[in-house]
């Protein structure tokens, strides 16, 4: 009995990582249709976000199983219940990477992305795939260290998000009201990103140790 839930609950991690590396592939992909006004790149993010929800519905349904027939206790409970809600949170990094294609594709043929913030986009799009990488990992490893150090990515990522939002409030900016929407929003997104991926990494840490970390100040 005991072996069969470790080799379930192997499967559900294994599932869990796929979905990681997706919404990590997902968010590359939107980023680029961002910075370069590549419309199909923005749709393909668009239609191929049905695979990630059919991923999370697998996840659920081995998670559930779990539950209902081996009736999991102590830490095994907490293991389930906590993959659950990281099940959550890797759809809404893939939801976050839909919203990014989106605006992409709304604004096309212009580029969404003004040239002089442009770079501050980039940076956050190889970290919020960084963060989705080491997310995949950690799955997999389960190392709590792993885990405690995606707040080091979260804390660039919110350094980048800090400094493009200074750039608005310049009394210079040339763009106009739409743009500077565009970008808040564009913004935000990154920065949920990153949210969700920490998140992840709390819960791991929470499945081996028991104890819950603290949000960053």
Request: with cysteine; net charge negative; glycine share 4%.
């Amino acid at each position: 009995m005991r072996s069969t839930f470790r080799d379930q609950l192997r499967d559900l991690n294994t599932t869990l990582s796929t979905m990681a590396t997706f919404a990590g592939n997902a968010v590359e992909r939107a980023s680029h249709a961002v910075l370069c006004a590549d419309l199909a790149a923005a749709e393909e993010v668009v239609s191929s976000h049905d695979d990630l929800r059919a991923l999370s519905a697998k996840a659920e349904s081995q998670a559930f199983l779990l539950l209902a027939r081996q009736a999991p206790v102590a830490c095994d409970l907490r293991t389930v219940v906590a993959a659950t809600h990281i099940i959550a949170d890797i759809d809404r990094m893939g939801g976050l990477a839909v919203h990014i294609a989106e605006a992409a594709r709304r604004r096309h043929p212009a580029s969404v992305v003004p040239d002089e913030v442009a770079p501050y986009f980039s940076e956050m799009a190889q970290v919020a795939v960084t963060m989705s990488h080491t997310v995949g990992d950690v799955l997999l490893t389960h190392d709590p260290a792993d885990a405690r150090r995606l707040h080091d990515d979260d804390d660039i990522m919110d350094d980048l998000h800090h400094r493009l939002t200074a750039t608005l409030d310049d009394s210079s900016w040339p763009h106009g009201v739409a743009a500077a929407i565009d970008v808040t929003l564009l913004g935000r997104f990154y920065e949920r990103f990153a949210d969700h991926a920490v998140l992840i990494g709390r819960r791991i840490v929470f499945q081996v140790t028991g104890e819950l970390p603290q949000p960053a100040s």
